[in-house]
């Protein structure tokens, strides 16, 4: 992961003939700090784990990123995931670097108590390097607003020397972390934001390009019942991409989890699909449409299958590198939004791009999240608390921003747009960088 997110930053500098001290800067994060947490389990023994805290590239703000649980976290992995960070920031348009932390660990096999000590351990080794104006971290895989809470507990106790008095704006100190509770200084909207996004960008796109797309097949000019949908991945980003896009009438034929999935060709109804999804334990057998769940509606199956459906677009939301050289030639769709992190290979994309297939990358598709933690601190910092239409309605600015600059620049040197979105965000990073610099030098 890491070559490959290097690799197309050396590419793409190199297509923007940056120096290689500019390219350098790209490549190397500026600080790795690294952890062993010593946590104190249900037994009563102390146990060792590794821990990570990567801090790529500062030069639009903060360093901003997740911190996952996960037991195979490794180094590399969360210096590839904070350099992509610096570029979805720098692509959303949002004043923010990229960061990335970790723990070594399968949170599955610990309890509630020791997941919450280990939290608080995490928090107290990253204090002296995180702030609201330092490196704001936030959820990831395995990792949630509770945990989130702990943290930010935790960070004010380890710094409260630093911090007397108090500040009377108490949610200036919460800012460092983002992804918590509605109740402790999370934002309304950040559960469904990163699935908002990705209608939003796709709406855009159609926008733009339906013609071009769509040619013998013009959707009418009001919603898009049309157009069909699969997608891969029924958790909170597939979920919340399928309930608004069929709120904005696309018609969901396919929707799949980790134990497969369904295929409704006239159309499914996403809630009824969840409800049915949640009293089996399973998708099997779930081909809702309106409230009803019928067997004669649909079919099962697999999460192969669901890639290769003929369908317009297609969204996978759940692992990386899903659509590979295997299956590359067998892939239907004209536009694939990509929702989970890196779901096509370097092979396939090639592959895929080249036939004329419109991919939208995930450092655009998938960055109304990281957006609407950056709400979350905005609001934070402003001791502001904002209405769910109102996080809304700047998620939907920001996203239509970002992509309408990316559109442009595929179009003018006619170049994909994952090309376009890396160029954007490099140039961006290299510009500000060369201003720092002259400011130092003054
Ligand atoms: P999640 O855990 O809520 O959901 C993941 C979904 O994928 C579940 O439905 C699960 O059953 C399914 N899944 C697991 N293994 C599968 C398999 N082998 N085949 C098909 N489906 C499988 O996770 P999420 O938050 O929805 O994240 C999904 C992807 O989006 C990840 O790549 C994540 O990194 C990326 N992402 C998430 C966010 C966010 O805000 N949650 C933001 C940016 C990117």
Request: with cysteine; hydrophobic share 40%.
């Amino acid at each position: 992961m890491l070559e490959s997110a290097q690799g197309i930053i050396k590419k793409t500098a190199k297509n923007l003939r940056l120096d290689s001290k500019t390219i350098s800067r790209l490549l190397k994060p500026k600080h790795i700090h690294k952890f062993t947490l010593k946590v104190k389990m249900d037994d009563g023994k102390t146990k060792s784990f590794k821990a990570w805290r990567v801090q790529h590239n500062n030069a639009l703000g903060p360093y901003k990123g997740g911190i996952r649980f996960h037991p195979d976290s490794s180094q590399e992995e969360v210096q590839a995931l904070a350099t992509l960070m610096t570029i979805k920031c720098a692509v959303a348009g949002i004043p923010f670097g990229g960061g990335k932390g970790a723990v070594a660990v399968d949170p599955k096999k610990l309890t509630e108590v020791e997941i919450e000590r280990l939290s608080r351990a995490y928090a107290a080794a990253v204090a002296p390097y995180i702030g609201s104006k330092v490196d704001v971290p936030a959820p990831d895989v395995n990792t949630n607003p509770k945990i989130m809470s702990w943290m930010v507990d935790e960070f004010i106790k380890t710094n409260s020397n630093k911090f007397q008095p108090i500040p009377t704006n108490f949610n200036y100190l919460r800012a460092t972390f983002t992804g918590k509770p509605v109740e402790n200084g999370g934002s309304l909207g950040r559960t469904e934001a990163t699935g908002r996004g990705g209608v939003i960008v796709l709406k855009a796109l159609l926008e733009k390009a339906r013609d071009q797309i769509f040619e013998s097949a013009l959707p009418p000019k009001r919603g898009y019942p049309n157009l069909t949908i699969a997608v891969q991945g029924f958790g909170n980003v597939g979920y919340y991409f399928a309930k608004l896009a069929e709120k904005e009438e696309f018609r969901i034929v396919a929707v799949s989890d980790s134990k497969g999935g369904v295929y409704v060709p006239s159309g499914l109804n996403v809630e009824t699909t969840l409800k049915c999804k949640k009293e089996k334990g399973y998708l099997a057998g779930c081909y809702c449409k309106g409230s009803v769940c019928d067997v004669r509606y649909g079919r099962p199956i697999s999460n192969d299958e669901l890639l290769e459906l003929p369908v317009d677009i297609l969204v996978p939301a759940a692992l990386e590198n899903v659509i590979n050289s295997k299956n590359m030639k067998k892939i239907k769709a004209r536009i694939i939004v990509e929702m989970a992190n890196g779901p096509i290979t370097e092979e396939a994309y090639e592959y895929l791009s080249k036939k004329g297939i419109i991919i939208v990358p995930d450092v655009l598709a998938n960055s109304g999240g990281v957006t609407v933690s950056y709400l979350e601190w905005y609001q934070n910092m402003h001791n502001e608390k904002w209405s769910e239409t109102k996080v809304n309605k700047k998620l939907k600015e920001l996203m239509e921003k970002a992509f309408i600059a990316i559109w442009q620049r595929s179009v003018t040197k006619k170049i994909p747009l994952k090309q376009a979105a890396f160029e954007e965000a490099i140039e961006k990073l290299s510009l500000r960088a060369k201003h720092l610099m002259a400011k130092q030098s003054h």
